[in-house]
């Protein structure tokens, strides 16, 4: 497994932007798939965004499309989460993920695909 450290958390108003970075340590990401998920209070953990191994392909929850981005820089083994427009619904901890299997080129938004999380950063939008 991968270890993953996400940051760029914290409150913004509505309408407002953040960006948030994972970077990940203990194995290279070069060869995997990454992926974001978020998880509010109450609700399951749901898929945000992903991104193939390659960066050539990206998946995005109809809630975010439009407005989040998930670009990835391998040499600095880091992807990251750029999200503007933001709205009270964003508001939940974010977490990073792995996918479990190098070139993996299935469904990146079944939560099972991945086998590495970070511990999350609390997102919190205010109207």
């Known amino acids: 497994q991968v270890q993953l450290v996400e940051s760029g958390g914290g409150l913004v108003q509505a309408g407002g932007s953040l960006r948030l970075s994972c970077v990940a340590s203990g194995r290279t990401i070069n060869n995997y798939g990454m992926g974001w998920f978020r998880q509010s209070p109450g609700k399951e953990r749901e898929f945000v965004a992903a991104?193939?191994?390659?960066?050539?392909?990206?998946d995005y929850a109809d809630s975010v499309k439009g407005r989040f981005a998930i670009p990835r820089d391998n040499a600095k083994s880091t992807v990251y989460l750029q999200m503007s427009s933001l709205t009270p619904e964003d508001t939940a901890v974010y977490y990073c993920s792995a996918a479990r299997h190098a070139y993996y080129s299935g469904n990146y938004t079944l939560r099972a695909m991945y086998d590495s999380w970070g511990q999350g950063t609390q997102v919190t939008v205010s109207s």
């Open positions: 991104i193939s191994w390659s960066g050539g392909w990206t």
